[in-house]
Each structure stands twice: as C-alpha cells, then as structure tokens.
DNA sequence: TATTCCCGCCAAGGG
DNA sequence: CCCTTGGCGGGAATA
C-alpha cells in the first residue's frame, strides 16, 4: 500500500512544497469543527470525518480523543461518536475540577482524596513495571485531562509543555519519557489552541515558549455573549456551507492517487504554490453557497502563507455563550490541596532536574 | 541549533 | 483472525 519508499531526497524537484501548517492537528481540528458544528449533528463517523477532511484515520483518533475529553464527542460505538457539541464544554471542564479520574471502569481500592489520584496515576511509576493496562493510562485522552486540570485547578496559567510533562509524569528523571510526553502534549496543545481553550506565548522573564489558559473568559457575559453570537452567526453560516479538508501532501511529495480517490473530489490544487490555500467543495452542503476560495474570517483559518505567519484572525469563536453557563469555583478545598500538591511536585522535580534559575512559579 | 510536531509502524484491544 | 485503536519516537520542517 504505502511506498516504502523513504523518499530520502527532500530537496530532488522540490517542486511540490510540503508546508507543515497546512497538515496540523489544529487545524484539523478546526475543520473537523466547521464540518460537524452545526445543527442535525447527532453523531460522527470516524471513516466519513477521515474521507471528508482528507486526513488518515490515525489522525482522526487523535482529535477526536482530545474532543471526548472536552465533552464535544462521546463514544457510541467502534468508529462512531455522539456528537455532544461545544455546548458541552463547560459542563465537562467542571467536571474535569471536581471528579478524580471519573469514568475509568476501574474504581479505586485505595480511597485517597482525589489529589493523590488524580496524576498518580498517571504518575505510577514508570520506573517499575510495565503494566498491560498500562497503555489507557498513557492515552491522549487522558493526558488532555490532565494536562487541563492542571490549568483547572491551578493559578498558574501560564506553563511550558515541558513542566506540564514532568508534572503530569511520575518520573522527570527520565529524558526520554519526557520527551515523549511532551510531543504528546504538542498534538494536545494544538487543538486546544485552536479552539482557544490556550494559546501559545513565550514567558516574559525566561523567554521559554509556553501556553497560556484562555478557558472561557472574555465572553463571560450574556450580552456579550449575544452579541459575539449575531457577528459569528454570518461567519459560520459561510462556513458551514463547506466541506473542508487538509490538503493532502505527503512530507515531500503529493499523495497517492488512491489516496486521493478516497477523499471523492478533493484534490490538492496548485501543488507548486508554497501553502496552497485550503480549498471547499460546494457541491453537498446545501442552502448557501460559497466562494471556492477560503477566507480567513471564518472559524476555521488558515495563515494565508506559510513562511508569513501573520497574526491570525484567530478570535473568540464558536462556543459563544458557553460561558454564560459556566462559573467558576475556585473556593473548594480540595482543589486547594491539589494545587498545593501540583506545585510542591513541580518545584522539588525542577529543582532536581534543572539546573537553571529557580522558575519561580506565580 | 532548538523547538515543534507529522508520519506511519506496529502492538494492544475488541469482535 | 481481522479490523479498529492509538502509543510511540524518528526525524523533517520551522523558528
């Protein structure tokens, strides 16, 4: 099926310029958004999202595992989600602050408060054992549960994905470990980007890349929220009147044309302009039409080329008046202690591992 | 060079 | 045993 081959001369006709961004899981994520986020939805088809979007199946999984653990998705069957929609963020992020590890079939013996819970397991020992039942404890659902709660039930909204790793991971000695955890929190930092959940910024004093909590503020009001709802009710109607997909380049070349016949009509165009722009069939989604070009003020944007990265129009979009549902409680004991317990962890593993000035957490 | 993170191999899981 | 899931880390693209 796939060539073997590695294809070790990326430079050869160079010719067809592969562009990273274009392939992204946020933007993915951003598409498979504008293409289920609209009335009727009830559930997502895991081989129909990987057609329409034009992305493999794996790459489907890993959004789709980051958007159950938001609330967006649930699990109805193999290779089928209800979808929940934005709608049920707020409630699972609140969730998220309360419950331990919720819905895990397996119950705790050991009834410890939560906050001994809620990473430990994670946490458990990588040194030791490699457990079967290891490999759910390592899944990017729950490395997105985490990784959240630790914005959930922290002040400190500000972290670089590498602590967040050696926080979330029970042994920061491990370089290798964290490595790995922290190219699993990319992918999952990716689409909470792109929802806007955080967004990426370099801390002031250290200069260190690092993400930010945006979480839902700024649309706290119901006014506010009614408003941003009327300008982004154009907006979206212009979108959703699309189909979306990632444009289908290999690293260095295009792909296959088998791969190309699944994606129906979908095909890359203008395959020697550096960061094509994304392009929408306007043949199935009834009612509006659409313009075959994309425009960067819909929800889902695309920097219109690639080595320019311009500041993206990237606004508070979609989930509206979530907030208007939501309110925060930071007054609850046990998210105290966590806290206490996140950032002990945190500063004796920085201490330990890091030679560097003493970050100092805020 | 350092940071970011896509790609797809291949093993675990479910039927 | 086959197909769905999805951990994992090499290494290429970007900053």
Known sequence: MALPLP??????????????????????????????????????????????????RRRIYDIVNVLESVGVLVRKAKNTYYWKGMGAIPKALEQLKISDDDEDERFSNHSASFQDKVDLDSMHKASGSFKSENRKEKSLGLLTKNFLKLFLCTTSDMLSLEDAAKILLGDARNPSLTRTKVRRLYDIANVLSSMNFIEKIHHPETR??????????????????????????????????????????????????????IIEDIKPLHPQRECAPIKCNTDRCSSDQVPERFGPPAPVCIPKSCDEESNEVKKSRDWESLASTYRPQYHNQALRDLFVHYMDAWKSWYSEVAEMDPIQVI
């Open 7 to 56: 294809s070790p001369s990326p430079a050869a006709s160079g010719s067809t310029t592969y562009c990273r961004k274009q392939k992204s899981l946020g933007l993915l994520c951003s598409n498979f958004l504008s293409l289920y986020n609209r009335d009727g939805v009830e559930t997502v088809g895991l081989d129909e999202a990987a057609a329409r979007l034009g992305v493999e």
């Open 208 to 261: 260190k890349p690092a993400f930010r909590w945006l979480g839902m503020k700024g649309q706290t009001d119901s006014e506010m929220g009614t408003a941003h709802a009327l300008v982004h009710k154009e907006s979206k109607k212009r979108t959703f009147g699309t189909e979306l997909t990632n444009i289908c380049f290999k690293r260095n070349k295009l792909v296959s044309p088998i791969d190309v016949d």
